[in-house]
């Protein structure tokens, strides 16, 4: 029982175009979402966050936006960059500060 | 300033063994949370710990226990080990007085189990 899913297993993006990261959650409980970005043998480090009051948030070359009626969030990489290339998960909790549910993650490959 | 630390980074062990790890945390973190990450999968939560005493818990059975340490450090065991056991084990720090609780990785300690 996924509560949190990232249906594309992987991507593949062109240096310098836009970057989507897909993610949909199922509880209606959660509040708060949050995306993390994983190098192999790291550990992962946190990106960006929206709680659910707001419908964007944004940070340099990362824009999160969420849907919650249709319990769907999405990262947006612009440009994307070589150095870009990881696993993202997206994850989500009830508050700010419950449990962390992780998705499975994407992974990016970012191609000069 | 020290990110969050884990040791041993890697471990071998065999079924029906107990194992215990180990996580400080950043400096002037509170509070420490253990996940488990099998392949291809998500960081899955264990528990987190607080003041010494566990939190919060996620579906784990009781073969998993943990401990907090006056200096915030942490320790993950576990026993009677399983095939089903191998998995990437990370430790994360926070601040639960900060506002919100941004956690920060280590970079995990990779248990095999034969």
Known sequence: DQQVKQNSPSLSVQEGRISILNCDYTNSMFDYFLWY?????????????????KDKNEDGRFTVFLNKSAKHLSLHIVPSQPGDSAVYFCAARKTSYDKVIFGPGTSLSVIP | DAGVTQSPTHLIKTRGQQVTLRCSPKSGHDTVSWYQQALGQGPQFIFQYYEEEERQRGNFPDRFSG????????????????????????????????????QYFGPGTRLTVL
């Open chain 1, 37 to 53: 970005k994983k190098y192999p043998a790291e550990g992962p480090t946190f990106l960006i966050s929206i709680s659910s009051i």
């Open chain 2, 67 to 102: 401990h907090q340490f006056p200096n915030y450090s942490s320790e993950l065991n576990v026993n009677a080990l399983l095939l089903g056991d191998s998995a990437l084990y990370l430790c994360a720090s926070s601040m639960l007085a900060g506002g919100t609780d941004t």
